[in-house]
């Protein structure tokens, strides 16, 4: 019974990327296994491969197993978007976007992996993985101009994490990029459920020199509460609140306010997701100087966005 509960388990964890022992009180399910359970009788694994084909059991493309799969063969790798001024339309620095490039040439953006590699099977590789670009990312970009910056998204666990945040800063302690040019962008989807400990860990990365960007303002979780009691030196407008700009004079009203209120508690603004040239002129008008979206460039990678700085294009 045990092995058939393992196994009845460890099967719907490699296809769905979580483990509930509810399901297995549930007759439906287990009726629906059953061949796992003569498997736990007869223990013939031919047997069970058997069934497993004939069910057409394949792994979900975005299952753990896939993603520590593809993580084992370098296949994620950091894009990156300019973050431009708006009057120069130069980059001033740029935004990391994790890409999966996996083995059958499918490119999958976060939207599609993103909550099982941030689950707990996933989350050391996939972090360790991530962590490990933002260096030598960053050097190749101040080689080419020193004042860039690269911005990072962390996420619920990571701004949790004492742990994490001392070793991000001792990363940066033993190479030659400084923490001045990294800014950890928190999003709205990492939640914050203890709100001291997280605001000594943001303490603890502003006092070693990194900035803050608060991402996604304007999204369900990321409003003026989020302004008043995280200390950042960014905050960054989400791409809805631009959408929606041109039709809707109070989102303009908004952003004019919120241009304000950046200059009286000292943080910059960036309007995110900017696909027109309208758009681009509304925000300038409105004060915003620092944008980014398709209309000054899409994510790319490093090596494209190395080439068209060196060309002078960026
Ligand atoms: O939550 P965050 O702001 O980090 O999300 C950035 C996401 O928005 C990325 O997936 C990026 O590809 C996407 N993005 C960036 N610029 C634009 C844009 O101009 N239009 C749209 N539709 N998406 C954008
Ligand atoms: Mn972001």
Redesign the pocket.
């Known amino acids: 019974m045990l092995v058939y509960v393992c196994i009845l388990l460890l099967q719907h964890w490699m296809s769905l990327g979580s483990l509930s022992l509810g399901q297995i009180t549930d007759i439906e399910f287990l009726f629906k296994h059953l061949h796992l359970l003569e498997f736990a009788a007869t223990g013939n694994m031919m047997f069970l491969v058997l069934q497993w084909y004939k069910r057409g059991l394949t792994l979900p493309k975005n299952s753990p197993l896939a993603i520590l799969a593809g993580l084992a063969n370098n296949e994620f790798q950091f894009y990156i978007?300019p973050i431009c001024d708006n009057q120069t339309h130069k980059a001033v620095g740029f935004?990391t976007?994790m890409r999966w490039h996996r083995s059958d040439g499918s490119i999958l953006?976060?939207?599609s992996f993103l909550d099982i590699a941030l689950s707990p099977p996933v989350y050391p590789s996939f972090k360790e993985t991530s962590l490990a670009q933002i260096v030598p990312i960053l050097m190749s970009l101040m080689s080419r101009n020193p004042n860039y910056y690269l911005a990072f998204?962390t996420d619920s666990t990571f701004i949790h994490s004492k742990e994490f945040v001392i070793d991000l800063i001792s990363q940066f302690d033993l190479s030659d990029a400084s923490p001045n040019c990294l800014v950890l962008?928190l999003?709205d989807t990492a939640t914050i459920d203890d709100q001291e400990l997280v605001l000594s860990n943001v303490s603890l990365l502003r006092n070693n020199g990194f900035g803050i960007a608060l991402?996604?303002f304007g999204m369900e979780h990321s409003n003026m509460d989020r302004i008043r009691d995280i200390p950042a030196d960014f905050v960054?407008i989400?791409?809805s609140f631009i959408v929606q700009m041109e039709g809707n004079p109070r989102s303009l009203a908004i952003i004019k306010a919120l241009v304000s209120m950046s200059k009286e508690l000292d943080f910059q603004i960036i309007a995110?997701?900017?696909?027109t040239l309208a758009q681009a002129r509304l925000l300038e008008e409105a004060g915003v100087t620092r944008v980014?979206?398709?209309?000054y460039g899409?994510?790319q990678s490093v090596d494209y966005w190395l080439d068209q700085l060196d060309k002078g294009l960026l």
């Open positions: 978007q935004e976007l953006a976060p939207g998204n962008e999003p991402d996604d960054k989400d791409r995110e997701g900017i696909e980014q979206g398709y209309y899409r994510p």
